[in-house]
C-alpha cells in the first residue's frame, strides 16, 4: 500500500510530519485488519531524508521484530502482570514474527482440564499455537507492551471481577521476615511521687519456602514500678511455631506444629499438632459463606436479573432449560426480587426470602475441619493424651444444611450433630446438640449433654435485623475438652456453664434519621454467680443552622459480674469544623466517675491524624492529645494525658517490619503480623510513591518498598503515584496486579527511568546524523529517546557516567558516555558524539 499526502507537497517535508502519517497510516491499517506489507511512498522528501530514515519498525502493522520482551499480558478483559515474551519467526517461514506462550504461561491462563488436552505446540514442543483453542487470538502490541490473548469463555475457569482461579495464584518468592508490635508507657502518680514504666511488645518471625510459611510468634514484656522496692520485672516467650501451607486443590489449609482448634462447634483450645481446614477465602467472593442459590426454568435463551429494593445485585444470561445461580453475595438477606425475561417477550417474576447465619452452607458444598495432635500449655509442653477431631457442614439442599463433629482423646470424648434450615420469610435457624463423656481419676466418669438453638433473620418492612439471637443449655456433667483438660491438670473444675442467652438487634427509623442497636447476653453457671451484659445504642445524624452532619450517639450498659452491677452511660456530639476536622463532646457517667470532654480531631493528610481534649471529672480538670502518623517504616502512635493532682502519663507506639529475600529487603509498617506482603522493585530509583490501599510508600535508598495491606487469594493492585513522582522519573507502567496465596511475599517490578531530561543532538563519527526513527536505550536496556530530525532528541534518563546506545535496523550500531560531572550549562546544549560499541560499553566519550 502507498501513502501519499492528499495536500500538494514537493521535496520539504520534514520527517516530524511524516511520523504523524506513519501514525495514521498504521492505524488504519489496524482497524482494517489488512496484514500485508505497508509501503511508505518516501518521494515526498528530499534525497537526504530519503537516505536517513529507518521506517523498519513501522513497515508492517502490528509487526514485532524478533526478540525477548517483556509485556504485560492481558486475557480478554483480565491482566497478568509483566511476563517475559519472546518473538520468533514462524515455522513456515513466512514474514513477520509471532508471540511464543510458553507452557509457564500457559499455566496462569486458567484453563479448564478439557482444553489442555486439546493444545498442540510449535517451535520445537516449547510455544502454544493459538489455533489449536478454536476462536483463540494473539496478539502483540509493541506500542502498549502488551500481548493480548482472546480466549473464548468456555475453555476458561471461573473467574470474578476480583479473584483469580487457582492457576494464577501467587505463592511468592523465598525470603525472610520480622514483623513486630511495639508499646512503651510511662507514667507518674502525683500524689505518691512515685513513676513506673513499661514495654511490651509481640510479632511474629518466619521465613517462606515455596509454598511453605513457617512462622513463630514472640511476646516479650518490661515491667518497672518505681517506689514499690520491687526489682524490674522482664518476661520473653516464643509463644508459638507452627508452619502452614495452602492446598488449592482441596480448598483447604494445613497447619503443622502448635495452634488453636478451629471449630464451630465445640470448644477452642491449644494443641501441638496438625489440622486441615476447609478455607472459605480461597473462594471467590461471591461464592464465600453462605448464600442462597436461585433456580427455574427457563424457556428459550433468557437473561435473569436479581433484585432487593429496586437495586440490580445481579444479572446473567442463561441458556434454555434449567438454570441456577449460585454466585450471589454471602452478605445479602432478605427478600430478592427475580425477573426472567424470555427471548420471545415474555416474562416470569417470582421473590425469594433469605436469611444466613453461620451453620448454614450453600447447597451441594461441604466445609470440614479435621485436627490431630496432643493439646499443649503455654511452655510448650503437652497436658493432655493425644486427640483427634473431625466436624463439617453440608449444604443439603437450597434449605437445608446438616453439620456435627466428633471429639475423641483417650478419656474424653464428644459427639455433636445438628442441622440448619433456611426459613425463607421466616429466617433462618439451627439447632444442634453435643454429648459429652469424660474419666476424671478424682470424679470418676461424668456425662452430659449441650443443646443450643440459633435464629437470624432480617425484616425489611420494618428496617430491622435480628443479627444473632441464641440459647444454649449444658447439663451439670456436661464438659467442653478445655474444661476437661483443667479439671485433669488442676484437679478441680472451674466455670462449668449451665444456660446463656444471646441476641444481637439492630432497627432503622428512617423517618427520624435515628438509628438502635442492642446487645444482650445471659450467662448461668453450675459454680458460680450469674453474669448479665446489656448494651443500647441510639445514634442520629442531623443538620443545625449552617452545621451539616452533626452525629449524636447515647450508649447506655450495664455489667453484672460475679454479683456486682457496672452501670453506665455515654453521651457524644461530634460536628465537622473545616475542611478535615471536626469538634466533639462527651460525657461518661458511672457509679465511680463522671467526666465531660471538649475535643477536636483533624486529618492533616492521609499520613497524619492528632486530637487534642479537655474536660473535668470528680477529681479535677483532665487534658489529653493523640498523634498519628502512618509512615514508610512504621505506623507510631503517640499520646498524653493529665489528670490534675490524679496522674500524668506518656505512651508510644509502633508497628512495623522488615522483609528480606535475594531480590531485595526493606523496613515497612505491618498489619496482621506474619501476614501477605508484596515487595516492589522501582528499578534501584528511590523515593518512588507506591500506593496500595491505604497511605503511599516510598521506595527506600535501594529502590525497594513493602505494601502490606494485601488481601489473600483477592487480586490486589498496586500503582505509582503519578502526582507524587520525583521530577526527574519517568514510569512506563504504573499498574501491577498480583493474588497471592496466604502469608506470601509476592514481588513485582516497575520500570522507571530516573535522571535529568534534556534535548540533545547525536552526531556519528562521519558528522552526520542517526537515522530518523533510530531508538536510544540506557545501560538497563530501558528505551530514554528517539532520533528525530537531524540527530536531535529528547533524552530522560541523564546521569553522570551514563552509557547509552543507539539502535536502527534492528542493531546496535553505536554509543557513548555522559561525562562524570554534568553541569547545568552543558545540559542546555548537549553534544553527544556516537562512536563504536565493545563488550557492550560505548568507547566514545562525551568531553566534560
Not at 480461597?282 to 435473569?304: D, F, H, I, Q
Not at 482423646?409 to 463423656?437: H, I
Not at 491505604?694 to 487480586?715: E, I, M, Q, W
Not at 534535548?759 to 536505550?777: E, I
Request: aromatic content about 10%; glycine content about 10%.
Amino acid at each position: 500500500m502507498s501513502t501519499t499526502p492528499s495536500y500538494g507537497c514537493t521535496g520539504n517535508i520534514r520527517p516530524r510530519i511524516l511520523v504523524v502519517l506513519i501514525s495514521f497510516t498504521l492505524a488504519v491499517q489496524a482497524n482494517c485488519g489488512v496484514a500485508a506489507d505497508i509501503e511508505f511512498n518516501t518521494d515526498v522528501l528530499d534525497v537526504k531524508d530519503r537516505a536517513n530514515i529507518d521506517l523498519g519498525q513501522f513497515s508492517r502493522s502490528n509487526f514485532i521484530m524478533p526478540g525477548d520482551y517483556m509485556f504485560t499480558v492481558h486475557i480478554n478483559k483480565q491482566i497478568l502482570t509483566d511476563q517475559p515474551v519472546v518473538f520468533y519467526p514462524p515455522d513456515d517461514d513466512a514474514k513477520g514474527s509471532e508471540a511464543c506462550i510458553t507452557p509457564q504461561l500457559v499455566e496462569q491462563l486458567g484453563l479448564k482440564e478439557a482444553a489442555l488436552q486439546k493444545l498442540t505446540w510449535w517451535h520445537q514442543n516449547q510455544c502454544l499455537d493459538p489455533r489449536s483453542l478454536k476462536g483463540m487470538e494473539a496478539r502483540g502490541d509493541l506500542g502498549a507492551a502488551a500481548l493480548y490473548l482472546n480466549i473464548p469463555q468456555a475453555y476458561l475457569e471461573y473467574t470474578a471481577e476480583n479473584w483469580d482461579p487457582p492457576s494464577r495464584w501467587d505463592e511468592g518468592i523465598p525470603g525472610l521476615l520480622f514483623d513486630y508490635n511495639l508499646n512503651g508507657q510511662t507514667q507518674r502518680q502525683q500524689k505518691q511521687g512515685t513513676q513506673s514504666y513499661n514495654l511490651s511488645g509481640n510479632g511474629t518471625l518466619g521465613g517462606n519456602l515455596g509454598a511453605w510459611r513457617l512462622r513463630a510468634d514472640w511476646q516479650s514484656r518490661l515491667d518497672h514500678q518505681g517506689g514499690s522496692g520491687e526489682p524490674t520485672r522482664t518476661s520473653w516467650d516464643w509463644s508459638r511455631y507452627y508452619a502452614y501451607r495452602a492446598l488449592p486443590k482441596l480448598g483447604a489449609k494445613l497447619t503443622v506444629g502448635e495452634n488453636y482448634l478451629t471449630t464451630d462447634i465445640f470448644s477452642s483450645f491449644r494443641f501441638a499438632g496438625a489440622s486441615l481446614v476447609s478455607d472459605d477465602n480461597m473462594l471467590p467472593p461471591n461464592l464465600r459463606g453462605y448464600a442462597p442459590e436461585v433456580t427455574g426454568v427457563a424457556r428459550s435463551n433468557a437473561k435473569v436479573i436479581i433484585r432487593q429494593q429496586g437495586r440490580v445485585l445481579y444479572e446473567t444470561q442463561v441458556a434454555a432449560g434449567p438454570f441456577r445461580i449460585q454466585d450471589i453475595n454471602n452478605a445479602v438477606s432478605g427478600q430478592l426480587d427475580v425477573r426472567v425475561e424470555e427471548q420471545d417477550g415474555s416474562v416470569q417474576e417470582f421473590q425469594m426470602d433469605t436469611a444466613s447465619i453461620p451453620y448454614l452452607t450453600r447447597p451441594g458444598s461441604v466445609r470440614y475441619k479435621v485436627a490431630a495432635g496432643r493439646p499443649a500449655d503455654w511452655q510448650h509442653h503437652s497436658n493432655g493424651p493425644m486427640f483427634g477431631t473431625g466436624e463439617f457442614s453440608w449444604g443439603v439442599s437450597n434449605g437445608w444444611s446438616l453439620y456435627g463433629g466428633g471429639v475423641a482423646g483417650g478419656d474424653y470424648n464428644a459427639l455433636a450433630l445438628g442441622v440448619g434450615r433456611d426459613l425463607m420469610m421466616f429466617g433462618a435457624l439451627s439447632f444442634d446438640a453435643t454429648q459429652s463423656r469424660a474419666n476424671l481419676p478424682q470424679q470418676g466418669t461424668l456425662s452430659g449433654g449441650s443443646y443450643r438453638l440459633s435464629y437470624s433473620k432480617r425484616f425489611d418492612d420494618y428496617d430491622s435485623q435480628v443479627t444473632f439471637a441464641g440459647y444454649r443449655f449444658s447439663e451439670r456433667n456436661y464438659m467442653s475438652m478445655s474444661e476437661y483438660l483443667d479439671a485433669r491438670t488442676y484437679g478441680t473444675r472451674s466455670n462449668s456453664s449451665k444456660e446463656m442467652y444471646t441476641i444481637s438487634f439492630n432497627q432503622q427509623f428512617r423517618d427520624l434519621g435515628l438509628s438502635a442497636y442492642l446487645k444482650y447476653s445471659h450467662q448461668t453457671y453450675w459454680d458460680r454467680p450469674v453474669n448479665d451484659n446489656y448494651n443500647l445504642t441510639l445514634a442520629r445524624y442531623f443538620d443545625f443552622g449552617r452545621f451539616r452532619n452533626i452525629s449524636l450517639s447515647l450508649t447506655g450498659y450495664r455489667n453484672k459480674y460475679n454479683g456486682t452491677n457496672d452501670d453506665g452511660m455515654y453521651l457524644s456530639l461530634s460536628l465537622p469544623w473545616g475542611s478535615n476536622g471536626s469538634l466533639s463532646y462527651s460525657g461518661s457517667y458511672n457509679r465511680n466517675d463522671n467526666t465531660h470532654q471538649v475535643g477536636y480531631y483533624d486529618r492533616l493528610n492521609e499520613r497524619d491524624t492528632y486530637q487534642v481534649s479537655a474536660g473535668t471529672a470528680r477529681s479535677g480538670a483532665t487534658a489529653s492529645g493523640y498523634y498519628s502518623h502512618s509512615g514508610d517504616l512504621s505506623q507510631v502512635n503517640a499520646s498524653a494525658s493529665y489528670q490534675a493532682g490524679q496522674y500524668s502519663s506518656l505512651g508510644l507506639s509502633m508497628q512495623g517490619g522488615a522483609t528480606a529475600t535475594l531480590k531485595g529487603a526493606a523496613l515497612h509498617r505491618s498489619s496482621m503480623s506474619g501476614g501477605t506482603r508484596m515487595l516492589l522493585d522501582t528499578d534501584g530509583v528511590p523515593g518512588i510513591p507506591i500506593r496500595g490501599y491505604s497511605a503511599p510508600t516510598l521506595s527506600n535508598a535501594f529502590g525497594k518498598a513493602v505494601v502490606v495491606d494485601v488481601g489473600s487469594y483477592y487480586r490486589n493492585q498496586f500503582s505509582i503515584d503519578l502526582n507524587a513522582l520525583p521530577e526527574n522519573a519517568d514510569v512506563s507502567q504504573t499498574v501491577a496486579q498480583a493474588t497471592l496465596t496466604e502469608g506470601a511475599i509476592g514481588y513485582r517490578r516497575f520500570e522507571v527511568v530516573s535522571g535529568e531530561k534534556a534535548m540533545a543532538v547525536v552526531r556519528l563519527a562521519d558528522g552526520s546524523a542517526p537515522p530518523f526513527g533510530a531508538t536510544v536505550r540506557n545501560g538497563k536496556r530501558q528505551e530514554v529517546g528517539i532520533i528525530n530530525d537531524n540527530g536531535e532528541v529528547y533524552l530522560s534518563g541523564i546521569k553522570a557516567g551514563e552509557a547509552m546506545s543507539v539502535s536502527w535496523g534492528g542493531v546496535e550500531q553505536c554509543g557513548f558516555t555522559l561525562p562524570q560531572t554534568l553541569s547545568p550549562s552543558q545540559l542546555t546544549n548537549l553534544l553527544l558524539p556516537c562512536g563504536p560499541v565493545a563488550n557492550g560499553k560505548a568507547l566514545s566519550t562525551v568531553e566534560e
